[in-house]
């Protein structure tokens, strides 16, 4: 039986411990926006920020390679080209 890991992503966020989130562009299973609907919904006042966060575009040379919302602890990352096909 599934069952959801929100209270203790919400925990781990609440009590300063790092954490990355990450998801491939191409996942399928798991995908990034159903990861970031997901996220949007953790109900920390200390995590607010992290919604509105700018994305911070990851570039090799002239191509996008990804990118990531940053605030204090929470990092979310989307890799290009990565995922379940």
């Given amino acids: 039986m599934m069952k959801s890991g929100k209270s203790d992503l ?5 009590n300063n411990i790092k954490v990355l989130v990450y998801n491939g562009q191409y996942d399928y299973t798991v995908n990034t926006a159903g ?10 006042s200390t995590f607010s920020p992290w919604k509105t966060a700018k994305k911070n575009v990851w570039r090799r040379y ?8 940053v605030y204090k602890n929470f990092w979310f990352a989307v890799v290009n080209g990565a995922g379940h096909k």
């Fill in 62 to 69: 002239t191509e996008i390679i990804g990118w990531t919302k």
């Fill in 35 to 44: 990861v970031i609907n997901y996220l949007n919904t953790i109900s920390l």
């Fill in 10 to 14: 919400t925990r781990t966020i609440k």
